[in-house]
Each structure stands twice: as C-alpha cells, then as structure tokens.
C-alpha cells in the first residue's frame, strides 16, 4: 500500500505543473483568484511595472548610403538639416576647454541655419539644363553695350519683394524707374535746354541720364503708364516753342555764349577780321567762357591772363612761365 | 497718538530740522539675467546648448529660433509675425506636451512656415505622425501659411544636454 502512494506521487510529479495545480486544492501564488486583503499596505513586489514597449528605431539611413549616390535625388528640395540624411561628419557649437564641437546629432544649431545642400554644383546644372528649353538665344547683332544702348535707350527698373507671411503683395513694389540717355531723344539745343529745365534735379550730368521714379499710384502697372506719359509730355513739352519763349534775351540765357557776346565783337574789331582767322581765339573764347560760366576763381584768371597773351602775344610773365598750366 | 502728531513724526522722517532727507534709495542693479543659468552646489543642473550660451551670444555661438524678414530694416508685419510665432511656440508647447527637447525652431519662407526641433522618442511613432499631420493642418488653417514640421528625435532625453552647472 504505502509503495503504491509514493509510486502515485512520483508519477504525478511527472505530469506538467499546470496539469497538476489544477487538480491541486493548495493555494496557486500570484495567479490566485482571491487575493489576500494588504491591510497593512505592505509593498507587494507580484504586480510588476508594465513594460514600455520600446518601438525598434532604424539604423541613420547614411549608413547604407553609396558613395556614388545621386544626391539631388536624396535632398531633393530645401528643408531642415537631418544627421540620418546627411552623411557627412559636420560639427557646429562652440566649446570651451579645446573640446570638440557638438556632433550633427541632436544638434539644434544645424537645424536653425539655413542650407543649401538641395543647390549642389551638379543639381544647379541639371536644372539650367532643364530650364534651357524655356529660353530663346541672345540676339546676334546686340553683341556690344553701345548697339543696345542705342537700339534700347530705355531702362525700367522695379523691384519684386520676397518677404515671409501670408501675402505676397509688398506696397514697395509699385516703385517704377525710367532711365535714359538725355542724347537719345535727339533733341536740338534750346529743346534740349528746357527740357532740363523741365526736368530739374531728375538729370545727372556727369553720366547724362534722365531718371523718373513714379511711386503715386498703387500698381506697379499704373506707375509704368504715368512715367511713360511722363517722357512722352516732357518730349513734346520742350520741342514746342512758346509765344513767350521768344522774348528771352540775353540776360535770360543760363549760360554764358562768347559768340553772342560783346568780348566777341571787340576782338573782331581789334584785328579786323572774323574770329575764326584769329590765331588763338579758340583758346582765348574758352577762358573767357569758363570765366564767366565757372565764376572767378585763381585758375580761370590764370587762364584769361595767359590766353589774352596769347591772342595779342604778348610775352608771359615769369610766374606763368615758371609754372605753365 | 492723534492725528496731528502721527502727521508730525511722518513729515519728520522726510525732512529734519537740518534739511536732511532720511529716506535712502539705493541704485537699480542693472543685471542682465534673463536666459541665465545659475549654478548649483551639486553642479548637476543639465542645459542645452541653447540654455548654456546666454542671450548675447545670439549670432556669436548660437543663431536665433526664428528666422524670418519681417524685422529687416522695412521689413513688413513684424508684430503679426512675432505674435504668431508666440502661438505657434504655445500650441505645440501644448500639442507635443513634454516631447519637445529643444526651442522650437520657426524658420519662414514666403509662405511657408518651417517648424523644426528635437523631439524625444516618447510616443509611438504613429501618434508621432499623427501629432505632425495635426499641427500642420491647424496651423495651417490658422495662418494661411503652408506649414511644415521638421523634427529630428532623439533616442535620450541626455542626448541633448551640453553640460551641468
């Protein structure tokens, strides 16, 4: 009898664990239906802390990158920088004490910066390239600055802002600048004369350009019409002589004239003869001119002295000749 | 004590018999100390890049977190846009709650608004895509502007920390 209880017992301690609690009246630890009432709040280590289950992370995409990648197609537009995408070694940070500079990873200051890693040297190419067939060749005949001067004496100037936000409307952009060369409308002196008149501080004589600058009216395009109706009023305004005009004397002219004036006579009437057979007289016109015109200074009396010598040859005196102009 | 006296004893401690002023002010202490960090006895407060280099050192060792034109000379709407900045930092402050390890960076263009930052690797990466199509599409609707974000994440909350003061 007792060889076959303990021949029981053996066998049972074969069968599975499971097996055997089921069909066991002793308590079954943790997974115990009832469970025993914690009065004194005694810690109770069976209810292990969930695990966070941690998602997989991909390795940097850098690490699979070739060498000989198209990279236009890997950074294909402007964006943020991102170390998995970038694979070259860039540092940026300052560190004290000679450490290095923080790596690309984590690093926000990369992030801030603007870059150009979608405007490569090979991907700016392929893209003029692409935009060639968009474009018509240079006109042949315009091959110097001077034949398109000539042919385009106007030049319109206005801006395009690119600002951040929501609208793309600058009030800046309505600014509209004509430029043109003063020779090319080919006006005749007195024209040409009211014409700066007309146009006041607007001409440049140093390089003899005009510039209108039309910002009154709220469109880039109603400003255009408004210089254009501008340069033309101003065209025919100087071209038109008015009855009042013709009552300009000499005392009105803007400008000091030798061949209207009584200098002009009086050499005539000293060497008898036109001005043009006078030796000198170019010389001695122009000082008196520049005389006039400039106002008096150390150098046009220099001037006037030495060209009246000149005219009635005189000899000159010693400081002139030691210091010639 | 009555009235009068009180009055007395008050208008005494502004003016003595000797014509001097009892009452000291002393001189503002004009110290810079916002966006400095102090250090502690432990040296065991982390910062970031950004907290470790103070505000004057923008455009020296660090560049600023937003980045657009409206406060070049003439530029245009310069308080609109620092308003929304404010609310963009806010909103994803709120959305991305305890994600974002780093400023956030708002970087514009036209109109596009770049959002960009490190964000911790706290949530699955679907709620992530989730929390990155919201934003977009709010804000977008919001601004009128073509928002995209930018992220990077980072694995450790440590990954981000320069030093310890």
Known sequence: MLNLTRNLE????????????????????KHDEFKALNIRNVKDHSHSKRSVKKTQVLPPRTNQMAVDQDWGSVWPGPRSFHPATVPLPIRQGYTEKGAPPPDKYANAELMKIPNFLHLTPPVIKRQCEALKQFCTPWPKALDTMEKINKHFPIEVTSSDYCYSGPSIRDPMARIV??????KSLNLDDRAKDKFLRLVGDRYNKETDLVTIVADRCPLRK??????????TALYHESKKIEPWEELKSQADMEYYDWTKHASKTNVEDIFKCKFEEIPGIDKFSDAVSEYMNEGENEYTIKKYGEAVRTLLQLPFSKEITNKPL | MNLPTSLKIVSNIFRSQTGMRFVHMSPILEKNQAGRYRTTPRKNFPLTYEMANPPH???????????NTSNILGGNRPSETAVEDLF?????????????LSEIIIKRQHNLIRIAGLVNRGVLPRKMYFLIGYTEELLSFWLQCVVKMEIQTVADKKDVIFKYI
């Open chain 1, 10 to 29: 053996l066998s049972f301690r074969k069968i599975d664990k499971p097996l055997y609690k089921a069909y066991c009246n002793a308590s079954q630890g």
């Open chain 1, 177 to 182: 600048t004509l430029r043109f060369n003063l």
């Open chain 1, 222 to 231: 109603q400003n255009m019409d408004y210089v254009m109706y501008l340069l």
């Open chain 2, 57 to 67: 050192q923008i455009a020296h060792r660090k560049s600023w977190n937003s980045w």
């Open chain 2, 88 to 100: 963009i930092r806010k909103f994803i402050e709120g959305t991305w709650h305890a994600l974002f």
